[in-house]
C-alpha cells in the first residue's frame, strides 16, 4: 500500500522541542524530495523546510529558520523534522510530503498517495503553557 505515515505530534511548552518522523511504504522515496508544511486553521499549508532527494540540500522560511531542522534517512525511507525553541505561534497540523511540487503555499492534501504527489495524515502540534 502506498502511503506516508506520520508519528510524533503532541503538547509541549513554548521553549520546548519535539520531533516528527514520516516513513514512506509503496513507492521509492529516495527519489523525490522532501517537505513539511504546517496547517493553521482555516489555512493553506504552508512550507516550514524541504530536503533534497539526496538529502544534501535543506531550506527553510525565515519563520522558522535556525529553530527547526529537517533530515532524511532514505534507507529508512523517512524524514524527520526536529522542532527547537518552540512558540505558541507554531501551533499548528503538520504534515509531510514527498514529490515534485514544492511549493510555499499550497492546498493541504492530507493523506492523497498520487503518483509525484504523497502526503501524510498530519499530526497536531501544540505549544501552550
Known amino acids: 500500500q502506498v502511503k506516508l505515515v506520520e508519528s510524533g505530534g503532541g503538547w509541549v511548552q513554548p521553549g520546548g522541542s519535539m520531533r516528527l518522523s514520516c516513513t514512506a511504504s509503496g513507492f521509492t522515496f529516495g527519489q523525490y524530495e522532501a517537505a513539511w508544511y504546517r496547517q493553521f486553521p482555516g489555512k493553506e499549508c504552508d512550507l516550514v523546510a524541504v530536503i533534497t532527494a539526496n538529502g544534501l540540500g535543506t531550506r527553510y522560511p525565515d519563520s522558522v529558520k535556525g529553530r527547526f531542522i529537517i533530515s532524511r534517512d532514505n534507507t529508512k525511507n523517512s524524514a524527520y523534522l526536529q522542532l527547537n525553541s518552540l512558540k505558541p505561534e507554531d501551533t499548528a497540523v503538520y504534515v509531510c510530503?514527498?514529490?515534485?511540487?514544492?511549493?510555499?503555499?499550497?492546498?493541504?492534501?492530507?493523506?492523497?498517495?498520487?503518483?509525484?504527489?504523497?502526503w501524510g495524515q498530519g499530526a497536531q502540534v501544540t505549544v501552550s503553557s
Open positions: 510530503h514527498a514529490g515534485r511540487a514544492i511549493l510555499q503555499t499550497r492546498p493541504c492534501a492530507f493523506g492523497r498517495a498520487d503518483a509525484n504527489d504523497y
